[in-house]
């Protein structure tokens, strides 16, 4: 076994009480460590009571008692986060006993919760709550929570006079928790009456050790596993303290899982001959990605530029699995629910005008299509349906369905399907260049599409934004409309939309990737108040005839409603410019260096352009991917362009060895 933590409801749950009964009945498997303490120490009392157990030094003790970030704030003291706790957990040969205080959800340190350490020490945790009336309502309400933040107890310890009732009660409702119920002793507490009480009840203490499960405890410190080639002494990523190895229970990928693949999965941008086997990742923490071999990877690349606040985000979990409570799935025709409008009131408080409709679709390429359907039929209901053509700018991607493909034009990703694609005119990003192309072509075009500030798959090229309002400028001149393509931009350029840095105003906008924080697929296209009025006709041959079977999905729309309560409290700004600070102060030496081209920053993005012939197919992309690999970094360079888009709760540490792997990759070193 690996240990368990033992949290509670709430204060003076019995959390204590629930350690001495189990170290008396196991003294002899099991250590006692209560990380940090508060008035009289707990620590002490276990000596005292149980005398044969091994009791650990607090990592921290303060006077008062009250919650441990306050005792520490009147101390003038800092109250140790997740990371710091981790790594003072002791070295010891058998499992530890780690004890809470409060419940999941006290204040761990000034900004974080409690919740935070459970998910970081990757230990069982039980959950002990007293048997007084009440006990149900309790309990389950801390096991939904808990599950909604990442970390579902093992087992639930009533502690006071039995209660089959809450006890099979409990059970019924969290799918068959398992429930042990202890009774305190009786009279004064000594050594004898808690031997007396726990040889009463080792039985159920017992049950409570074989549900938990009885594997050895994990080598620490310099400790080498043969079984999985983990190097256990590297030093622990931060925020908050994840181990370079995946957590016990994901291990469980079977070895031939790479080749079961190979045998039956067709991946994106992949050749079916010839690549390297896929990485089997098994589970996902924060910035984390946890592989089958026991590796641990920073995913510096946000997923494909989707994960947001970080991997598994309590919030966005917790909305989650409310939601699957509620509703699954319904369609969108005809029928609403409450996710979908508070959305989209949400997202239209954040656009640079007032009124404007959303428009529901599942990712990006799909975002880009309604935004030029609709463009294309407003100007029909106009009474100008010559304007067929569309403009894009070089450099450009905007997904991979034809209407995307024809603004973008990528040779290399779109060659084969030239002749199906509609006519787009391609210009460079510049407003001299979109003005002679409007000029020659007056009364044709539709509409413009560029991505604000970083064109993505092209390279990770910036424009600034005095070119961005210049080029809309041009647009409006000439009386046609302007498509800001935010599915990648949204939320990394240091704002909520990368076309604000302009003080622009869209026509039309699509946003995807980071809808939903990342966890789940949606995205909208948000039409301004002039292309709605366009549709708003009571003639039914006018529709805008599009739509999904998943527009609208709840589950998502209930995720990306709690991710835009997040963003509207702009606390997540903070982060953004802790990250764009940090590339600019790590990454710009590199700009002059030999082999180096340029290195462009714009929020969380960085990129590190090499010299290197082959563009997208240069062969330095897959040497670089896998020199990061070596050295716990998930990359995926576009080509001779490195880049990193890190989730914003990426650790400074984490930064650090992000940095470390581009600047290795600048200079050829493993």
Not at 22 to 31: G, S, Y
Request: glycine letters at 10%; proline letters at 8%; a neutral charge.
């Amino acid at each position: 076994m690996t240990g368990i933590v033992v949290t509670g409801t709430d204060t003076d749950a019995g959390k204590t009480a629930f350690a001495l009964l189990f170290l008396t009945a196991f003294a002899d498997r099991f250590d006692y460590w209560k990380p940090v303490e508060t008035g009289d120490p707990d620590s002490l009392r276990l000596r005292r009571l149980v005398p044969t157990a091994t009791v650990h030094e607090p990592l921290a003790r303060f006077r008062d008692p009250v919650a441990p970030a306050l005792a520490a704030r009147r101390e003038a003291r800092v109250m140790p986060g997740a990371a710091e706790i981790c790594a003072a957990r002791p070295n010891t040969a058998k499992p530890l006993v780690i004890e809470t205080f409060g419940s999941p959800f006290s204040p761990l340190t000034g900004d974080t919760l409690q919740v935070e350490l459970l998910r970081a020490l990757q230990a069982p945790a039980v959950l002990v709550t007293p048997s007084k009336v009440g006990a149900v309502g309790r309990t389950l309400t801390a096991v939904r929570a808990m599950t909604g933040a990442g970390v579902r107890p093992v087992a639930v310890a009533l502690m006071g006079p039995p209660d089959d009732y809450a006890a099979a009660q409990i059970a019924r409702h969290t799918d068959g928790l398992s429930v042990i119920s202890l009774q305190l002793p009786e009279g004064e507490w000594t050594p004898e009456s808690l031997r007396a009480a726990a040889e009463r009840q080792r039985a159920e203490l017992t049950r409570l050790v074989e549900g938990i499960g009885g594997e050895e405890p994990t080598p620490r410190s310099g400790a080498r596993s043969a079984e999985r080639g983990v190097r256990n002494e590297d030093p622990e990523p931060g925020g908050p303290g994840l181990p370079l190895r995946a957590p016990r229970s994901a291990l469980r990928a079977p070895d031939d899982w790479p080749a079961r693949d190979r045998a039956v999965v067709w991946h994106p941008y992949t050749a079916l001959a010839g690549a390297a086997d896929p990485l089997p990742v098994v589970a996902a923490e924060r910035e984390f990605l946890h592989l089958a071999d026991g590796r641990t990877l920073i995913d510096a690349v946000s997923s494909w530029w989707t994960i947001l606040h970080g991997h598994r985000h309590p919030p966005l979990v917790e909305a989650l699995t409310a939601a699957a409570g509620r509703l699954d799935h319904v369609l969108f025709a005809g029928v609403t629910h409450p996710a979908a409008v508070e959305l989209a009131e949400l997202i239209l408080g954040s656009v640079p005008w007032t009124g404007g409709r959303v428009f529901y679709s599942d990712n990006g390429s799909t975002a880009v299509e309604v935004a030029l359907k609709m463009a294309y039929q407003f100007w029909c209901h106009r009474g100008e349906p010559n304007r067929t053509l569309f403009v894009g700018f070089e450099g450009g991607y905007h997904g991979d369905t034809f209407g995307a493909m024809a603004v973008g034009r990528d040779p290399l990703f779109f060659g084969p399907f030239e002749p199906l694609l509609f006519r787009a005119l391609q210009v460079p990003v510049s407003a001299e260049r979109l003005d002679a192309a409007l000029g020659a072509n007056a009364g044709r075009v539709a509409a413009v599409i560029l991505e604000p500030l970083v064109q993505g798959a092209g390279g990770m090229r910036m424009h600034t934004p005095q070119e961005l309002r210049a080029i809309v400028e041009v647009t409006q001149r000439h009386g046609v409309l302007f498509i800001a393509d935010e599915v990648m931009t949204g939320c990394r350029t240091g704002r909520l939309w990368a076309h604000s840095h302009s003080g622009i105003v869209p026509d039309l906008i699509c946003s995807a990737k980071t809808l939903a924080g990342g966890m789940l697929p949606l995205a909208v296209t948000l039409a301004s108040p002039g292309i709605v009025a366009a549709f708003d006709t009571p003639d039914r041959a006018k529709t805008f005839f599009h739509g999904h079977s998943f527009t609208a999905n709840p589950l998502a729309c209930a995720v990306a409603v709690k991710n835009w309560q997040l963003l509207a409290s702009q606390e997540w700004l903070a982060a953004a410019q802790r990250i764009e600070t940090f590339w600019r102060t790590r990454l710009e030496p590199l700009r002059g260096r030999p082999g180096v081209t340029d290195v462009r920053v714009c929020g969380t993005i960085a990129a590190v352009e090499l010299d290197a012939p082959g563009g997208y197919l240069a062969d330095i992309g897959q040497r670089v991917r896998q020199l990061a690999i070596n050295r716990g970094v998930l990359l995926r360079p576009l080509g001779p362009v490195v880049y990193a888009m890190p989730p914003l709760c990426t650790s400074d540490e984490s930064l650090v060895r992000l940095a470390d792997a581009i600047r290795a990759a600048v200079t050829g070193t493993d």
